[in-house]
């Protein structure tokens, strides 16, 4: 596969950000793209289909709890409601006025 060499390169040290943002601002920007340029995607092996990686945002579980865990979890709810309803905050965890 043509610029599979870019692959095989090995920075002895490695590359500063100021070295980056020189080698980027002196870039020419209307540079034409050779027709075999490889992707990034291709290079790093990514998956396009993928939007985030899925250690990052992993797909959500059903969750799965017993009906006195919905009453407990409906409790703290309602307590809460209540709470800030009567106009007292219990942001953080005091309840207080104002």
Same mark, same amino acid.
């Given at each position: 596969?043509?610029?599979?060499?870019?692959?095989?390169?090995?920075?002895?040290?490695?590359?500063?950000?100021?070295? *980056? !943002?020189? #080698? %980027? #601002?002196? %870039? &020419?920007?209307?540079? %034409? /793209? %050779? !027709?075999?340029? /490889?992707?990034?995607? &291709? *290079?790093?092996?990514?998956?396009?289909?993928?939007?985030?990686?899925?250690?990052?945002?992993?797909?959500?579980?059903?969750? $799965? $709890? $017993?009906?006195?865990?919905?009453?407990?979890?409906?409790?703290? /709810?309602?307590?809460? #409601?209540?709470?800030?309803?009567?106009?007292?905050?219990?942001?953080?965890?005091?309840?207080?006025?104002?």
């Amino acid at each position: 596969m043509p610029g599979d060499a870019a692959t095989a390169v090995e920075l002895d040290q490695p590359v500063s950000d100021d070295e *980056l !943002s020189a #080698l %980027a #601002l002196a %870039a &020419d920007p209307d540079t %034409a /793209v %050779a !027709s075999d340029a /490889v992707s990034l995607w &291709d *290079l790093a092996g990514w998956n396009r289909e993928e939007l985030l990686p899925a250690w990052y945002m992993p797909a959500p579980l059903r969750a $799965s $709890s $017993s009906r006195w865990q919905r009453w407990v979890i409906g409790l703290v /709810v309602a307590s809460f #409601l209540l709470i800030n309803g009567h106009g007292l905050c219990s942001t953080y965890g005091v309840v207080g006025f104002g």
